[in-house]
């Protein structure tokens, strides 16, 4: 009862000529073709308002013949969380939750996704890391330390997911022999042990393990797109247009700033500046990867559709030389943002800074009390 399709980002290249590859060329494109209103939100729906009988859940009968009468006698009746993308006669994705399953040895207070699917049509929308965003934010709320999900082997989901700190639980099998993936939310006292990066692929989203961080400007506009979620987020500045970077885990930042010192696992805490506001941190990051470079396909091919640049944007930036590009993994929207009226903010920020800054020290320790990372 799980099947997931989210596609990758790439770009050709040879030389100055080089063009985007079809299924590149598709996700920058794929929006404006299909104009779907504001940027997508996962909302929680009753299982008995779902239409199982929609052409979206046509794969998950075909290999799970049960799967209407497990629906109408199990989620239904129990009201298990169900989060969907899109209208609940035909979403476009869903995850349905089980709290407390601790099956295969785990702990009891695991939660199961017992089903996870995104559209086929929903191509290079990232709707599969939106929807993952925002079942692990619930799970842990439960509270849970650990989620699992049976996956068939066959199923690209398993290599996705891995991405994402799921691991292949050794030993086991569901009936059907299905693997067992499971994801740890906490660390217990292993954190001290593992670097900032692997602590947060492992345990995150919502998970930090704070030893650098950097503060990052991001003018309003730009943070609206990339941070749909936010509190601040004009949405209706952008409808019409669903835009992939505001879904995605995975993120893109790029600048021309002269800062190459942001590195895999330092903190991101990205400062929006509105009037009135005077610095309004609402979003933070981890740093997963950095490219620079003036080469526009190079990082094209870095980027994807994961920043909200199109190619066109991209070249001229690289035209006016060097870009920094930072690949980094979105860990959290604060439900309050910081500003300058929170008590020990000016520790963190003394004022909206013009390029990528490092976090002074007395910044880092109010940043690890508000965290507790």
Known sequence: EITVRDWSSD?????????????????????????????????????????????????????YPEFHDWWRGKVVPQERTTFIVGDPGDPQALAV???????????????????????????????GELLLKAAIQYIRAIPASAVFLEVAADNELVKWLGRFGFRVLPGKQAANKDKVMVKRLTAGGRRKNLDPWTYHKIYGPGALHIQKAFLVPILPGWHDRLFPGSPSAQLSLFAGVTEPCGNAITKVYISHTRSRQPARGDVLVFVESRIGTGGRVSNLGVVESVLVSADPIEVLRFAGSRTVYTPQEVDAMCS?????????????????????????YDALVRRTPQSIAAVRKEGLEWLKQQLGG
């Open 11 to 63: 770009v050709c290249s040879s030389d100055l000529t080089h063009v985007l590859d079809a299924r590149q060329f598709l996700e920058f494109l794929e929006p404006a073709r299909h104009p779907s209103g504001p940027p997508p939100r996962v909302s929680a729906e009753p299982a008995s308002q779902i239409n199982v009988r929609s052409s979206f859940f046509s794969s998950l009968v075909d290999r």
């Open 97 to 127: 939750i089980k709290e407390y399953d601790a099956d295969y040895g785990l702990p009891q207070d695991t939660a199961k996704i017992c089903t996870f699917k995104v559209s086929a049509d929903a191509r290079g929308q990232r709707y």
């Open 320 to 344: 006016k030389g060097e870009v920094h590009v930072m690949k980094f993994r979105h860990d959290r929207t604060l439900t309050t943002p910081w500003g300058p009226a929170v008590r020990g």
